[in-house]
């Protein structure tokens, strides 16, 4: 027994010999790249799974008919080599590569995408973003039961590689829609192989039976540990890709990763401390980036509460915080402050929108909704997530109404799924919120303050801003749709269901060695561009 | 008796799982009415409650503790059974660190009571009770990851000697409980007679400490050892967190924020697997070693 104990000890001491090469200095020389994720991926599969931590594995694995620009706005050619549109912005003509090939060899074809559409719409599927793919004409309908015959829908296979696709109406973003995963292409044969068109379990998305057609194949996946993806040769443009293996690395504690970082474990980390954020700027760390983000951070109010129902009243709120304190004092990473609800710039959009901060006003307009010290304003509640990033927030928009306007707040935090669960019921006054891009166009964020939206949560509809977006929507004159939507924008903050705080960066570290990661502000990075190189 | 324990767990960990607010598919993103239909019935949420009960007892009856709500594609069996193997490993190298550092410190500030060698180790033991494992995991990675570049500061078998800092973090704590305890039970039995007779027999003071006091002086450290085993399974996850292990802890905490009903049933019910089966080891350990409980 004693022996075996000694034996025990011996041997986890023994292989605590560590040696001073870094898996970043390894990497350098064999062109594998150290990647951190976030969390653990949901899965691989394009049509079910959801978040960041799955887009960066999906991008290296999988290709749509377009992919990401790494060196500047819009799209670049990806399993489709060139496109055409009608005149009347409804009809796309895709042509795909005759090179293209899935990573077991077979053709990428256009019936491929047809398949794989038609597998996102399959309502028994269970798909999060199947309204990807609402604009087609008949896709709403298919996928709510109304027409059963998949010809309806709007995406045909013309011949081999050209396919062909009608829209409901002229959709200026609809190339944007294209570089989501949800839009991405699965193997036919392979999904079959391994369960039925709307088997959400399928195997086959484990190593050794996933086949796509991306840059990189799926090697091995440790849960909870890392996943490995490799080279994959008979990706079309394999020649260009640099890196030999990618490790994406589950680390969901960011002081985890941030060590891991900074012991050579990682060659980019997926986000940075808060805390840390200032501190780094100060010291001027040369591997931190602070790049533009297409996300905004903002305040729900819940107009259906009988103390938030006045507009004035919600003026007030947003007029007596100071956006600028937020970003400078509390924030400290280099945020925008926001006063618009799109993030400006996104796709040349430049919303025309203010939101003073101007106590005295905000103030009056208190006052002009009938509150006063003998009718003093109600116990306001702000609601939010655990986390404290959100609390510190809230602390000091706490703090400026309570200065400013005299009312009293109370901050409440929940666990993620229950300040959920409490927004989706409308059983809050002010709750935080955030929402990230999920295409390059400012419909993305605009799209969600829509009548019937299951993400407005506020309450609010306004049928002439709805009617704007959907004018603009339809209007192939890129001005002539930025102006309608600069209208429809006006009409929201005028309205201000939501109190926009601030535009989101993308803090994080990255090592001198990685070359090609350049900032994107909906963060694809398209791994075909990186490599690795010291100088 | 261990069988209607754990059928009692599963059942009340059932209906309490789904009392708690938000489901497994709330997102940010909010999904519509007709999604969330269709992921309901996909996982058979849209059953009554009582049938979901039916169906997944006769499911773990079988060992189907079903499929993971979060990872689609994946059983929670077959998640138990990945993060088990590394959870057992780092729990396994920590109780040895435990029981080495815990049991030789308790034992000499036992036999040189009120010397320094008595304050010294005991001192440390109670910050080794105080210091919770997220701050003594950092400041190891802090001074031998970092400044000393001695160890890897994260990772399980990947990297040589990635495993060394997880075991001390997570079996200093458990150390200094294990040496207060072994120094108690070792002053006991130190006065008792049949210790005066060994020694007056003419033994050496090493066999008297070894084969006489030690086996009794222990029995407080032995009775601790299941719950603690067990305790170091179900608690594993900052330690998990901290220096990224894959084991099942993680699992287990992640499984509740997110609502992952079938993850969370499995890892409890096997939890209370894991308590109950200790438990009963460390008393059957620790009638063996006492006498007067194998008379009983």
């Known amino acids: 027994m004693k022996k075996l104990f000694i034996l025990c000890l011996s041997f986890l001491f023994l292989t605590s010999c560590s040696s001073s090469v870094t898996p970043v200095d390894s990497g350098l020389e064999d062109q594998v790249f150290h990647f951190g994720n976030g969390s653990e991926p949901q899965g691989i ?42 005149d009347d912005g409804r009809e796309y003509i895709f042509n795909l590569r005759n090179n293209g090939m899935w990573s077991n060899g077979d053709s990428v074809t256009a019936e491929d995408f047809v398949w794989s559409w038609k597998r996102i719409l399959t309502a028994s599927l269970g798909s999060q973003y199947p309204d990807m793919l609402y604009y087609l004409e008949g896709a709403y309908e298919y996928h709510n039961g109304l027409t059963d015959n998949f010809d309806d829908v709007g995406v045909k296979a013309v011949d081999k590689f050209t396919l062909k696709i009608n829209l409901k109406a002229p959709t200026p973003f609809f190339l944007g829609l294209l570089s989501h995963y949800s839009t991405w292409p699965v193997h036919k044969e392979t999904v079959l192989k391994h369960g039925s068109i709307d088997d959400r ?32 040769p008979m990706y079309w443009d394999a020649t260009v890709v640099r890196l030999n293996q990618i490790h994406f690395y589950p680390v969901s504690n960011v002081m985890t990763e941030d060590r891991m970082f900074r012991a050579g474990q990682l060659h980019v980390t997926s986000t940075l401390p808060s805390q840390k954020c200032p501190i780094y700027i100060e010291e001027k760390n040369p591997d931190l980036r602070i790049d533009p983000y297409m996300g905004q951070y903002f305040y729900r109010l819940n107009t259906e509460n009988p103390a938030l129902k006045d507009t004035k009243v919600r003026k007030a709120l947003a007029y ?16 925008i402050p926001a006063y618009s609800f799109t993030p400006p710039g996104s796709n040349g959009y430049q919303p025309d929108t203010t939101i003073p901060f101007d106590p005295e006003l905000a103030k009056q307009l208190l006052t002009d909704a009938g509150y006063s010290d003998e009718n003093p304003f109600p116990k306001l509640e702000i609601l939010f997530n655990t986390n404290e990033d959100h609390r510190k927030i809230a602390l000091a928009v706490q703090q400026m109404w309570q200065q400013n306007l005299g009312i009293e707040v109370e901050l409440v935090n929940q666990d993620w799924k229950v300040y959920l669960s409490r927004e989706m019921v409308g059983d809050f006054q002010v709750s935080r919120a955030g929402w990230i891009g999920d295409y390059e166009d400012p419909n993305t964020f605009l799209d969600l303050m829509r009548p019937n939206r299951g993400n407005n949560k506020t309450g609010w509809e306004d049928f002439e801003y709805d009617s704007l977006i959907e004018t603009a929507n339809k209007t192939t004159d890129q001005e002539q749709r930025y102006e309608l939507l600069k209208q429809a924008e006006r009409i929201l903050i005028d309205n201000m269901p939501v109190i926009p705080l601030y535009t989101y960066v993308r803090s994080y570290q990255l090592s001198s060695d990685v070359k090609g990661y350049n900032p994107h502000i909906l963060d694809h990075h398209h791994p075909k561009f990186i490599y690795l190189e010291r100088e | 008796m261990a069988i209607p324990v754990l059928l009692a767990v599963a059942s009340l960990t059932f209906f309490l799982v789904k009392l708690a607010p938000g489901g497994p598919f709330d997102a940010d993103k909010a999904v519509s009415p007709q999604v969330l239909k269709n992921l309901n019935e996909a996982y058979n949420l ?16 079988q060992g189907d503790f079903g499929p993971s709500f979060r990872f689609p594609g994946r059983s929670v069996s077959e998640m138990i059974a990945t993060g088990l193997p590394i ?23 036992a036999l040189k009571r009120n010397t320094y060698l008595d304050f010294i180790p005991m001192a440390i033991a109670m910050i ?3 210091v919770p494992t997220f701050l003594m995991g ?12 001695l160890l890897p500061v994260s990772g399980w078998g990947q990297l040589p000697g990635d495993k060394l800092l997880p075991s001390i973090t997570l079996g200093f704590a458990y150390a200094a409980y294990i040496a207060r305890l072994s120094r108690g039970g070792m002053l006991e039995v130190l006065n008792q007679d049949f210790i005066r007779t060994a020694r007056s027999k003419g033994l050496s003071e090493r066999n008297v400490v070894i084969k006489h006091a030690m086996q009794g002086g222990l029995i407080p450290v032995v009775s601790f050892l299941g719950p603690a085993i067990a305790g170091l399974l179900a608690g594993s996850f900052v330690v998990e967190t901290i220096f990224q292990i894959p084991g099942l802890g993680r699992f287990y905490v992640e499984a509740a924020f997110n609502r992952d009903y079938t993850m969370i049933l499995g890892t409890t019910i096997f939890f209370s697997a894991m308590i109950v089966f200790f438990n009963l080891l460390s008393d059957l350990a620790a009638m063996w070693l006492n006498p007067r409980s194998r008379d009983v």
């Open chain 2, 87 to 109: 959870t057992f490993e780092l729990a396994f190298y920590s109780i040895l660190i435990a029981l080495l550092i815990g049991v030789s410190s308790g034992v000499l500030a």
């Open chain 1, 320 to 335: 007596a915080i100071d956006k600028k304190l937020l970003v400078e004092k509390v924030t400290k990473c280099g945020q």
């Open chain 1, 45 to 86: 599969d394009p049509h079910i799974v959801t978040g960041v931590p799955e887009h960066h594995i999906l991008i290296s694995l999988c290709e749509g008919l377009t992919i990401p620009n790494a060196f500047g706005d819009g799209n670049l050619p990806g399993a489709a080599q060139s496109w055409t549109v009608s």
């Open chain 2, 46 to 61: 849209n059953a009554t409650e009582w049938e979901q009960y039916v169906d997944y007892m006769s499911g773990i009856i």
């Open chain 2, 128 to 130: 080794g009770i105080c």
């Open chain 1, 201 to 232: 379990n399928g195997q086959w998305t484990r190593p050794g039976n996933f086949v796509c057609n991306g840059p990189f194949n799926l090697k091995s996946w440790e849960l909870n540990n890392k996943i490995v993806v490799e080279k994959n």
């Open chain 2, 138 to 149: 950092p400041l190891l990675v802090l001074i031998f990851g970092i400044n000393l570049e």
